[in-house]
């Protein structure tokens, strides 16, 4: 074997060990914190319109969906194998799969439609009366929900109903001659396309176009308001904007950041397959999988620091049940 060989070998090895970990600390991590989330912008107590709320708590509950049915129920049992191998006998995979790369999808292209909201809200002030606003945000997400769900049936024919239990792309019993056919290589690319390429691209144009239109916007305020109106930060308008925006870039800077390595490799595996072969390391696409699964766990951190009103919410919950049992106590 040659040397490149074995490092890259010892990387995945010690990549396996600390997701036995990873894995466990980020399960129990996710669960309470998306549900935290969940309950403080319910109560509708953060100084959001109805139409962000809507939609941060359908990306908060859709990232619990992933909490639980990727990290807890398939890679806990993928790297804890021989713990899990009475699911061997379990006849559902196929079933899993289905929900797994639904509410994926789910959490990925609802960042995708806050993302198109905040921009329609910024950039297009004779649309935002009409677009932004609640119930065209439960159409836009109950839309997108059906969609995501018609678009992964196809996994159900695809794989089998057995776990394989394997640290691998898929987590399902699945016939090699079908796995490395053309139809299974292009249905997979043209997955992995719509998520999360297509949703990378449109976070990416969208963020461009605001912070554009802002700039465009703050010059021409600037003007308006003349030197002797002092600096921007006097301005309500532009404050208002201001913490808009912060929201929408640190969200979607977050999900850029932690879903371009899985994004990659999943797009150049498939191509592999397809024949144009592009070497890359296996341990590269499980740094992608751990990289992807941590992005259902932040955006309570980007709430509690872009909002003041989320942080005296979130202190206020942490606050209640210690002062209950102090009472108890005394």
Known sequence: ?????MI???ILWALNDIQKIYYPILT???VP???VTIVILSRGKCGLSKCVTRYLVVMAAADLLVVIIDLMLRQ???VYW???SFLRVIRVCNIHAVLLYAVTDFSVWFTVTFTFDRFVAICCQKLKTKYCTEKTAAVVLGTVTVLSGLKNIFWYFLYQNEYWLSNSPWFCSVNPEVSRSLAWAVIELMHYIFTPFIPFLLIVLFNVLTVRHIFVASRARRRIRGPSSGDSSSDPEMENRRKSIVVLFVISGNFI???VVFMVCSVLRRLDYLGYHVPLPTFVGEIGFMLQLLSCCTNTFI???????FREELRNGVNYPLAMMVKLIR
């Not at 709430?303 to 009103?309: F, G, H, L, N, P």
């Open 8 to 10: 890259k070998l010892q």
């Open 257 to 259: 950041l932690l879903w």
């Open 1 to 5: 074997m040659s040397l490149s060989f």
């Open 76 to 78: 806990i049992p993928i």
């Open 28 to 30: 129990a991590f996710g």
């Open 33 to 35: 914190v998306n549900v």
């Open 303 to 309: 709430y509690a620091v872009t909002q003041r009103k």
């Open 82 to 84: 021989e713990q899990f």
